[in-house]
């Protein structure tokens, strides 16, 4: 019986893959429809489809299966079920969880007295150290996983402004009002707050747009097209921040015909829909909604209640038309939605959508870790402040947080810590030296949504040892959030960048939710 329950949980332990591995298992284990079934020396054990029942944080998984005991020489099996624990570490970028160090935590077969059921708990006990390390999907275990919701973070889901275009366009977003910087002797300032060529002198300003320039009389634009730029221009740096700009002069004239682009500019946060002339409707199979085919933007028609729905880092917005109104619509979007097909050339914005197996998957999915373990002896990080480090406190805590730096640091009490890819370093002293920090302050997890440091309270200390510690964060410090039942793409709320005045003036942006498409 022992190796019975053995080659059993096996089989329990290759569960979630719905398919064991033929050389791991006996013949009959092997086919993909449950329960399974293992026969030895006159007895048989069945085991039905496991059902993951708890993974907090993502470190050790709780499953439970039902099985069917029939001892040699028996007709009649010991049904019950058992719960074990198991061990995991998840490759995400593979899609593989590998399971160890199985215990057994309950079991449960209502026909048997105490004597019996102790000793096959005994048995079933002695079985599970002997397995060895499995591999299995992920995604079968998500699907499998019978857990609370995951709570959604309170995000600021307004929209952002939305520009439209029907013919070529382009959006320049500063963050925002336009901070300048002189570029080299030239006479030249350039604009440092945004991702765009943009340059003033002597009142003008012009942009640099797919290797044509524009100028306009303001930052806030109309801008036209111009083949006269001044001579400053030929004294740009050599360096790789204006090599583009370079590579555009002298300045070259529209060619005839070549259609004028719109620049809308925002020193919010916006995003832009364009379409190729007025919008062009599709009909999306299996639903009444009507895709819009002549633009990038993920952009869709609902006939029923006349409006417009496009997809913005995750969220859904909503309008009658395509100029303005625009309302956040995730949390009531039409059920139509739901109905697109999972081989439907729409099925990107599955994910997207409340209620679907492909949201439900994606949510899941953010809860998962990822993990790195980092020697001590090995560990560096160098904090570069502009300026004496000068700290400020972030609203609603008792931490103060480090305003004049590229990195994150933090001061609680007399330490300062200091987040870095995914994980914590602590020092005496805002400046170092840095170590690996053993633990964190459970008040770095009061840090707000509307806090630019939101992201870190997602990065855990997971293991500490005299020679390593091991870290974790989820989806959350990559600015992955849950809302209205969907995985979306940052909090929405804008951070300020940090400028630092001067004759360079510095510019230290935040993380930025919506800018572009």
Request: proline letters at 11%.
């Amino acid at each position: 019986m022992h190796r019975l329950l053995l080659i059993a949980f096996a089989v329990l332990f290759w569960g979630f893959a719905h398919n064991p591995v033929a050389a791991q298992v006996p013949p009959a284990a092997t086919a993909q429809a449950w329960p399974h079934t293992v026969a030895r020396d006159g007895a048989s054990i069945t085991i039905y489809q496991p059902q993951a029942v708890d993974w907090p944080e993502r470190k050790t998984l709780t499953a439970r299966a039902a099985v069917a005991i029939t001892p040699q020489g028996q007709t009649k099996p010991l049904l019950g079920t058992v719960e074990i624990s198991l061990r995991t570490s998840t490759d995400e970028a593979a899609g593989v969880v590998a399971f160890s160090d199985p215990k057994l935590l309950a079991t449960h077969f209502p026909s048997l007295d105490t004597r019996q059921a102790a000793t096959l708990e005994a048995k079933i006990a002695a079985a599970l150290p002997a397995m060895q390390t499995r591999q299995v999907p992920l995604s079968a275990i998500l699907l499998s996983l019978n857990q609370t919701p995951v709570q959604p973070v309170e995000l600021k889901n307004d929209p952002p402004r939305i520009f439209h275009a029907n013919h070529p366009a382009s959006l320049v977003v500063f963050d925002g009002e336009p901070v300048l910087a002189p570029v080299g002797k030239s006479g030249l300032s350039f604009a440092v707050n945004t991702n765009w060529d943009v340059f003033t002198i002597d009142g003008a300003w012009y942009l640099l747009n797919n290797g044509t320039w524009l100028k306009a009389a303001a930052a806030a634009g109309p801008f036209a097209p111009t083949a006269q730029l001044p001579p400053a221009f030929n004294a740009l740096p050599t360096d790789a921040n204006f090599a583009d700009a370079r590579k555009a002069l002298p300045a070259r004239a529209a060619k005839p015909g070549q259609p004028v682009p719109t620049i809308f500019v925002s020193t919010v946060p916006a995003s832009i829909i364009v379409t190729d002339g007025a919008p062009k409707l599709a009909a999306v199979a299996g639903t009444t909604l009507q895709r819009v085919t002549n633009t990038p933007n993920a952009l869709y028609f609902y006939p029923s209640d006349a409006k417009y729905y496009v997809l913005l880092a995750g969220r859904w917005f909503s309008a009658p038309a395509l100029d303005g109104g625009w309302a956040f619509a995730t949390d009531k979007l039409p059920p139509d939605f739901a109905l697109i097909p999972a081989d439907s050339p729409d099925n990107a914005v599955l994910p997207a959508v409340p209620g679907t197996a492909q949201a439900q998957e994606a949510v899941l999915k953010s809860q998962i870790p990822t993990t790195a373990t980092l020697k001590r002896s090995a560990a560096r990080i160098d904090v570069a402040y502009v300026g004496p480090p000068r700290f400020e406190p972030i609203a609603g805590t008792p931490i103060l947080h480090a305003a004049n730096t590229q990195s994150v640091v933090l001061k609680i009490g007399d330490k300062y810590y200091a987040c870095e890819a995914g994980a914590w370093f602590i020092a005496a002293s805002p400046t170092g030296p840095w170590a690996l920090a053993d633990s964190i302050p459970p008040v770095i997890k009061t840090i707000p949504p509307n806090s630019p440091y939101y992201n870190v309270t997602y990065v855990e200390v997971y293991n500490a040892t005299p020679v390593a510690v091991t870290y974790g964060y989820t989806a959350g410090y990559a600015m992955g959030f849950v809302s209205a039942g969907v995985l979306v793409y940052g909090t929405g709320y804008y951070y300020p960048p940090v400028i630092v005045p001067g004759p360079l003036p510095i510019f230290l942006p935040y993380p930025y939710t919506y800018a572009g498409n």
